[in-house]
């Protein structure tokens, strides 16, 4: 039987009462992409409050890995409910949390000696992340790139990107942050081509040493080894070793942000294996919770050591529920095969998203690692001109006929697939076929 099904026109009126309650109740900063409002979800489907049943290629923007409430991770929640909510690591401590941080000194890339600080989510991540850069380096630069995104908190907003709708408005940001662009090789920046530039975009950071900031006042480079809400831009294989390289040897640190290609959505339990690189700091957050909010920051042991005790912490940091989840999840992908069901997901994107870039020509890019796939739109093939406004429709097309798929780029003009790993072949068929629907709507509009 199919996974979709509608039973009434999207949203229902269930859902729009809900979203008139919400207009007076919550300020419409907190946009909505999608305008039904969820009763329950299961692995890779949820259901909405009218009865409506929808595939979910947005994973909560994805934070669902390992699926929706998957069995392990309710359970180990559901012990721990019964022992302690809260006690702050900082106060008494308990061994969920150290716990916790072994394991994430274990699956991050790297054999050297590690610690793990555990806070509750992405931006706190990032921002505790270049606290402990700086306290180590005793430097106070960090140099971000071009269509990074890392929260919308002061600091992470500072080394986010794209100004609408997350920066506009809300300056004056800390200082101290300079950006230079992605190997992003669709919107060179330089407008060099691949692989004759010789990734002359990671040789550019020693120039940027030279012109805008001198490398003895840079703590760090941070950088997502894949672009998350900048539009899952993967960089050749040789950018981040080559810029790593430099940082080294100017005493800069190597910062990944793995918020979202992290936890094994693009095949690998981190996007910077693919690429070989042992990062000196790893964020994680999303889908390390299994749903419940969770963060860590993971580096080596003398670099994470350098805070003072009191230099570090929050107190809900490592919630005991968010970390049984979050052991949960670690177990989940030891036992299943999802690294490799992200790579088969992958897969059957791509050969799909092949024939459709072939056959209209909005699909200007298709691209991903594993199950970090994307389809940049485009309204001519030759100039790339974004076209923003019918990727807007192609959501909306997609959500009332099931399929919740969400948007990502600087140009508002990607459409990303963060479904659950743990999504059905015939899942996935299921929510292609709507997307294909979408795209021909869209494209062959007379
Ligand atoms: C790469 C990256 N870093 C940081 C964040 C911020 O995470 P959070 O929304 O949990 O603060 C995000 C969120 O989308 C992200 O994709």
New binding site residues.
């Given amino acids: 039987m199919a996974t979709i099904q509608l039973r009434t026109a999207i949203p229902g009126p269930k859902s729009r009462a809900l979203a008139e309650r919400r207009s007076s109740a919550v300020p419409r900063g907190l946009s909505a992409s999608t305008p039904v409002y969820v009763a329950k979800a299961q692995d890779a489907w949820l259901e909405d409050v009218d009865g409506n049943r929808f595939i979910d290629f947005g994973g909560g923007?994805?934070c669902m890995n390992v699926g929706h409430r998957r069995e392990a991770v309710v359970s180990a929640v559901r012990e721990q409910l019964d022992q302690f909510l809260h006690t702050c690591m900082q106060v008494t401590p308990y061994e969920l949390y150290v716990r916790m941080a072994e394991r994430m000194n274990q699956v991050t890339p790297g054999k050297f000696p590690k610690k793990t600080l555990l806070v509750?989510?992405?931006?706190?991540?990032?921002e505790n992340a270049v606290k402990i850069a700086r306290a180590h380096t005793g430097r106070s630069g960090i140099i971000a790139f071009e269509d990074?995104?890392?929260?919308?908190?002061m600091m992470?907003l500072a080394l986010t990107s794209k100004t609408h709708p997350y920066k506009a408005g809300f300056a004056p940001f800390p200082a101290d942050v300079y950006r230079i662009p992605y190997a992003h090789c669709y919107r060179c920046s330089y407008s060099m081509k691949y692989p004759e530039c010789d990734v002359y975009c990671a040789r550019h950071l020693e120039d940027t040493f030279k012109r805008v900031v001198a490398s003895r006042d840079v703590a760090a480079v941070i950088a997502?080894p894949v672009?998350?809400?900048g539009g899952f831009v993967v960089p050749p294989p040789e950018f981040f070793p080559a810029l790593i390289e430099i940082c080294h040897r100017h005493g800069a640190l190597f910062i990944a942000?793995?918020?979202?290609?992290g936890f094994g959505r693009t095949g690998k339990m981190f996007a910077s294996e693919h690429y070989g690189i042992e990062p000196d700091i790893v964020?994680s957050?999303?889908s390390l919770g299994g749903g419940l909010?969770l963060?860590a920051i993971t580096g080596r042991a003398e670099i994470m050591d350098a805070p003072g005790p009191g230099g570090l912490g929050g107190t809900f940091g490592g919630n005991p529920l968010s970390c049984a989840a979050a052991l949960a999840v670690l177990d989940l992908f030891e036992k299943e095969n999802l690294l490799d069901r992200a790579h088969e997901l992958g897969r059957h994107f791509q050969r799909r998203a092949k024939e459709w870039q072939k056959r209209w020509p909005l699909v200007g890019d298709v691209r991903g690692l594993g199950g970090m796939q994307a389809i940049e739109l485009v309204k001519a093939r030759e100039r790339r001109e974004p076209a923003a406004e019918e990727t807007k429709q192609i959501t909306q097309f997609c959500y009332e006929h099931g399929l919740i798929a969400i948007t990502a780029g600087s140009y508002s003009n990607v459409v990303r697939v963060l479904v659950p790993l743990v999504v059905t072949s015939e899942q996935m068929d299921e929510a292609m076929d709507v997307l294909e629907a979408a795209l021909q709507g869209v494209s062959e509009k007379p």
């Fill in positions: 923007i994805g509750n989510s992405g931006a706190e991540a990032v990074a995104f890392h929260g919308r908190t992470t997502e672009l998350g809400e942000d793995e918020v979202q290609s964020v957050a999303k909010p963060a």
